[in-house]
């Protein structure tokens, strides 16, 4: 693992960047130099970004903090770089003594101070620096303003370590907040980038080596979210195979799925099983949609079962369940389907068990099952999106993403994978995942189903004891990610189907 993906593998809280920051200062490292790090670091991505030769005029919007200071010094480097740069500083009267000492120098060397922020507006490119990753009150009056006439402007917006008016710890907008276009975040990824509603200010994130030394990183204790990276899902992945294998070694995955009226999601799970590279799936489904199956999946075993008159399971095949190496249960059943027939022997399995869907609805509907799943030895993955959480956990509020998602997984002995435009991960003992490359391409419905037949077929196959069952699912959500950007590269967000997915998913296995 390189040193960038090395520091790219956690997402930290405000207090843990300052802690970090008061460490290395502790240790004999100016503050003056990490902050001439972190910009002249900064000014160098902002000339890949936005070559002089193509954008000459740059904007800055200059807070009077630390990330003040380091725009001061992007603003000169750039300035002797040959770029055009025009400063607005509304609060330079308040400016800490470093950020002073920037300002100063940056009028001897002849950068053009602006009164107003619209005397910005003739450059090519804006970078904000207004506040870092310290700001907790809410942006009000002037500075408000001035944000919000910023964000009416269709000028491409670079801000450093955050857009201005973000929450670093929880997303949230204090008020008003910029719209970046680029966010260089500085040191370690902050944890707010990866939340609602920031999500939507960020554009594209960039992370900034200032030099962090790695000990610190790995000091960090294990309640702080991790990011997924390519080398992790990589070493996930039950690749290479033992070349003396046959079809049962490489896994028997139970999929109960489907109902009349919701036919397609089972074959869109099972798209994802085929993706998988499990050796064998068993689908059980409605009577009526065993033909369907087949006429896909040719390879697979199904096991047409009773069905109401609705077109749903009436009751389970008598199979040992705990004969299966996963189950993975809920796409297209339906909420109609007898709770109190359907989800006993599957609660009871001795077997890793994925529930998603309408198995996530049921559970809902019949809490008094959280019982047997507390008490289950084997691994239980949820894998709801926004309003399947707050159906399963209404008392826990999602606008503290992540403390909602720990203290679920907690209570009911469970991984749960909250679906979103960037998914999280979180485990009983408070293990956290972050997938931070995310399509919108996926929002179409079906996607969902081939993520489960795709976790469900990773967690069917024989792992070495010390696999990571939270890592898994969290390289599974990974993996559909990337599949969906490949596609949507090719294809834009508009041509990427569910069924597609799969090809994909394996281009992208194939690249790690």
């Known amino acids: 693992m390189g040193r960038l993906e090395e520091i790219s593998t956690v997402a930290v809280t405000a207090q843990q960047m300052r802690q970090i920051e008061e460490e290395i200062f502790a240790q004999g490292m100016p503050v003056a130099s990490l902050m001439e790090k972190a910009a002249t670091t900064s000014a160098r991505k902002i000339q890949d970004i936005y070559p002089v030769s193509t954008h000459p005029k740059v904007g800055f919007l200059i807070g009077c903090g630390h990330n003040g200071g380091d ?62 990753f310290g700001l907790t009150r809410t942006i009000e009056g002037d500075l408000k303003q001035a944000i919000d006439t910023l964000n009416q402007q269709s000028l491409p917006v670079v801000s450093i370590d955050l857009p201005s008016g973000i929450h670093t710890d929880t997303g949230e907008v204090l008020g008003v907040a910029v719209k970046a276009s680029h966010t260089l975040c500085l040191g370690l990824w902050k944890i707010g980038l990866f939340l609602p509603p920031a999500i939507e200010y960020t554009g594209q994130l960039h992370l900034i080596d200032i030099g962090i030394p790695s000990h610190l990183v790995e000091k960090l204790d294990a309640t702080t979210p991790h990011i997924v990276t390519p080398s992790l899902v990589k070493a996930s992945l039950p690749l290479p195979r033992n070349i003396n294998t046959h079809k049962y070694k490489q896994g028997h995955l139970l999929l109960v799925c489907g109902s009349w009226q919701y036919a397609g999601a089972a074959v869109l799970a099972g798209y994802g099983v085929k993706a998988s590279g499990v050796g064998m799936v068993t689908f059980v489904t409605p009577a009526s949609v065993k033909p369907l199956i087949l006429q896909h999946f040719p390879w697979a075993l199904v096991i047409g079962c009773q069905e109401t008159e609705e077109g749903t399971l009436k009751s389970l095949p008598s199979v040992q369940f705990n004969r299966y190496d996963a189950i993975a249960f809920g796409m297209g059943v339906s909420t109609s389907i007898p709770a109190d027939t359907i989800l006993p022997p599957l609660l009871n399995a001795q077997t890793p068990l994925l529930i998603d869907a309408d198995g996530l609805n049921l559970m809902a509907q019949n809490p008094h099952y959280w019982q047997t799943i507390r008490q289950r030895q084997a691994p239980t993955i949820l894998t709801p999106h926004d309003g399947e959480f707050k159906r399963l956990f209404p008392h826990l509020p999602l606008h503290h993403r992540l403390e909602s998602l720990q203290q679920a997984a907690s209570d009911t002995n469970t991984i749960i994978l909250l679906k979103g435009a960037k998914p999280l ?51 599974a959500t990974w993996l559909h990610q990337q599949a969906a950007l490949i596609a949507s590269s090719l294809h834009t967000d508009m041509g990427v189907d569910p069924p597609s997915l799969c090809k994909y998913i394996l281009r992208t296995i194939k690249k790690l």
Not at 96 to 102: F, G, N, R, S, W
């Open 71 to 132: 725009g001061l010094v992007i603003a000169r480097e750039l300035f002797l770089a040959g770029y055009h740069v025009s400063i607005y500083a509304p609060l330079a009267d308040k400016s800490k003594d470093l950020t002073a000492h920037h300002l100063q120098y940056a009028k001897s060397l002849g950068l053009q101070f602006v009164n107003r922020m619209d005397e910005l507006f003739p450059s090519h490119f804006l970078v904000d620096a207004l506040f870092g």
């Open 425 to 475: 991960i979180s485990a009983q003992g408070l293990q956290q995942w972050l997938v931070k490359d995310t399509s919108p391409a996926l929002a179409r419905g079906g996607s969902g189903d081939v993520l489960s037949g795709l976790l469900g077929g990773l967690l069917a196959q024989k792992h070495p004891p010390s696999t990571h069952i939270p890592l898994l699912v969290a390289s």
